[in-house]
């Protein structure tokens, strides 16, 4: 199992930034694939990005996708969202989330295949 811990929410307003960082322990880093979930207020946790264990390979929910960035740093063991021009609809409770993946290339995008979770950071964005 792998501990994650999330850092960089915060408030900020419509077409604002935020970097968010995901620093993991207690395992290789190198042998998880990575990924970001949200979960807004009465909603389901969604995916918002994913990450495979080389960084080769990305996944975006169609509602980010131009706008938020996932990226790695196996070295510093950390994984990192940029999020950028926010609009309230992104606001919610950000997870990160790890899974022990076979291929450097491959990824998963669905919440029911990730063993490690964070415990959230709070992202609001104000119009």
């Known amino acids: 199992q792998v501990q994650l811990v999330e850092s960089g929410g915060g408030l900020v307003q419509a077409g604002g930034s935020l970097r968010l960082s995901c620093v993991a322990s207690?395992?290789?880093?190198?042998?998880?694939?990575m990924s970001w979930f949200r979960q807004a207020p009465g909603k389901e946790r969604d995916i918002v990005a994913a990450?495979?264990?080389?960084?080769?390979?990305?996944y975006y929910a169609d509602s980010v996708k131009g706008r938020f960035t996932i990226s790695r740093d196996n070295a510093k063991n950390t994984a990192f969202l940029q999020l950028n021009s926010l609009t309230p609809e992104d606001t919610g409770v950000y997870y990160c989330?790890?899974?022990?993946?076979?291929?450097?290339?491959?990824?998963?995008?669905?919440?029911?295949?990730?063993?490690?979770w964070g415990q959230g950071t709070q992202v609001t964005v104000s119009s």
């Open positions: 990450i495979s264990r080389s960084g080769t390979t990305t």
């Open positions: 989330a790890a899974r022990r993946f076979a291929a450097a290339t491959g990824l998963y995008t669905s919440s029911e295949d990730y063993t490690d």
């Open positions: 207690g395992r290789t880093f190198t042998l998880y694939t």
